[in-house]
């Protein structure tokens, strides 16, 4: 089962480049793109240990760090810290890291071969890169939805095969007619109850091998 994250990006950034950061926050907001920015999590931040907040984003909550490089980055001792975090958890995760390079500063520990985009005030073009980034990772079919339909292909084969056992077609207190129409009908409300919707057809099923 694939891990649920809080955040899709978490933004590793130095204060004197938040306006970058900012910036494309504001595009991945216009996109429903979750992101974790600090200046926007300053009263539940309040108290805590930035050491412990920074291990928490870092490590396991965000499904990417978007991390905001340049020479004043390579500089600040809190940046450095975070990309300590990052690259330790980039070592077991695969493209964890997206590199914005604000200039050509190199960021030690962080690959000169991976692929990164340049900030060209591109704000838009950046958040439209990581959408379609973020939409490989997901499915054709959410896996909810692909199991409600294995169920009701399965409920519809035992139907169609115990109508078939029973033979006299009029005999059959619940004709396959009666099965399909009631199976499809109920696909109808798939979206308002996913659930009751295969569980009904399996009690159907089941009620029709018990009878």
């Excluded at 409300?189 to 159907?204: D, M, Q, Y």
Aim: with cysteine.
């Amino acid at each position: 089962m694939a891990k649920k994250y809080k955040y899709d990006i978490a933004f590793s950034v130095a204060e004197e480049d938040l306006p970058v950061a900012v910036s494309i926050a504001a595009e991945l907001k216009m996109r429903n793109i979750s992101y974790y920015l600090y200046t926007e999590h300053r009263a539940a931040n309040l108290g805590k240990s930035l050491l412990e907040i920074t291990g928490e984003i870092y490590t396991g909550m965000a499904k990417y760090v978007l991390m905001i490089t340049s020479s004043t980055f390579v500089n600040k001792y809190w940046a450095g810290i975070e990309s300590q975090f990052v690259q330790s958890s980039g070592k077991k995760r695969d493209a964890y890291i997206l590199q914005i390079r604000v200039d050509n500063t190199q960021v030690d520990g962080l690959s000169r071969h991976i692929v990164f985009e340049d900030w060209k005030d591109n704000a838009s073009e950046i958040a439209g890169l990581i959408a379609e980034k973020l939409a490989l990772l997901k499915p054709l079919l959410p896996q909810k939805l692909i199991k409600l339909l294995a169920g009701i292909i399965l409920s519809l084969l035992v139907a169609v095969l115990i109508y078939w056992k029973n033979g006299d077609k009029g005999s059959s207190s619940v004709s396959l007619t009666h099965i399909m129409d009631s199976a499809f009908c109920k696909l109808d409300t798939v979206k308002k109850n996913k659930s009751a919707v295969l569980l009904s057809l399996l009690l159907l099923t089941i009620g029709k091998v018990m009878n």
